[in-house]
């Protein structure tokens, strides 16, 4: 079945330094990208949306300039949490929208915890 | 606007049947889903109803009605191991975009 790749899976980092999550699709071509962030025992909450080659359409409230997201090929799209701060501290999850079915494959999540 | 509601928490007890509800209210609907989430673990997909009906696999069924904007899971023969949060997803209309439901924590008991 269809794989996405995330890495890390956790990550410690100072504030003020940046971080870049990586998802990559292993068995097919993600056309739609997902990227949610989690905080703990919520739900899921949708942080932007990016298409390959094409800009990432953030969702209100979501810094563009501080999640940047780079989906620049059908396999590998990235979000970098920049200048993070403590309260950037929380669960991040890809979703892959696959080009052959209907599906979505998340990722395994990266646990980000900002000192 | 869109709103997803589902119970916040529920109980049962091991070996028994258990079922989930999930109403929405969304501008468009292009199919519910249904994903299982341990703690701190990602959500893994377990249904997907597009059409009216019940779809079974295996110990989960999943059932949609789009004229009540309802939908439930239904979990039998429970094990320890289904003590999960279970998300409910509506998909709307355009960029293929999911609407979460903030989750049902679904705790089993010996």
């Known amino acids: 079945g269809a794989v996405v790749s995330q890495h890390p899976s956790w990550v410690i980092c100072k504030s003020g330094t940046s971080v870049k999550i990586e998802c990559r699709s292993l068995?097919?071509?993600?056309?739609?990208m997902f990227w949610y962030r989690q905080f703990p025992k919520q739900s899921l909450m949708l942080m932007a949306t990016?298409?390959?080659?094409?800009?990432?359409?953030?969702e209100q409230g979501v810094e563009k300039d501080k999640f940047l997201i780079n989906h620049a090929s059908l396999t590998l799209s990235t979000l970098t949490v920049t200048s993070a701060h403590p309260e950037d501290s929380s669960f991040y999850i890809c979703?892959?929208?696959?080009?052959?079915?209907?599906?979505?494959?998340f990722g395994s999540g990266t646990r980000l915890t900002v000192v | 606007g869109q709103n997803i509601d589902q119970p916040t928490e529920m109980t049962a007890t091991e070996g028994a049947i258990v079922q989930i509800n999930c109403t929405y209210q969304?501008?468009?609907?292009?199919?519910l889903f249904w994903y299982q989430q341990h703690a701190g673990e990602a959500p893994t997909f377990l249904s997907y109803n597009v059409l009216d009906g019940l779809e079974e696999k295996g110990r989960f069924s999943s059932f949609l009605s789009r004229s009540k904007g309802y939908s439930y899971l239904l979990l039998k023969e429970l094990q320890m191991k289904d003590s999960a949060s279970y998300l409910c997803a509506v998909r709307g209309p355009s960029n293929y975009q999911l609407i979460w439901g903030a989750g049902t924590k679904l705790i089993i008991k010996p």
């Open positions: 068995d097919f071509q993600a056309t739609t």
């Open positions: 990016s298409n390959e080659g094409s800009k990432a359409t953030y």
């Open positions: 969304t501008s468009g609907f292009n199919g």
């Open positions: 979703s892959a929208r696959s080009d052959r079915d209907d599906g979505y494959t």
